[in-house]
């Protein structure tokens, strides 16, 4: 179950891919073809494979918040 953000999280606009698989205890990989299949969108900063990749943090806790099961 992904954790709740505090204050500081919540005032950041984008999340690293290696943040999210903290938050969702899940490997780097899994974020990455978790993200491409609900169509996440990506900030690419720089090029190659030294561009830094960001996600939108708004869009990964809507995504949470439609994942979540009541009982």
Do not use: F, H
């Amino acid at each position: 179950m992904a954790k709740k953000p505090n204050q500081n999280e919540t005032q950041k606009p984008y999340i690293s891919p290696n943040e999210l698989a903290e938050r969702w205890q899940c490997s780097r990989s899994s974020v990455d073809r978790i993200a491409r299949r609900a169509g996440l969108r990506r900030l690419c900063l720089g090029k190659g494979k030294n561009g830094n990749i960001r996600y939108v943090r708004k869009e990964v806790l809507d995504y949470e918040d439609k994942r979540l099961i009541s009982a």
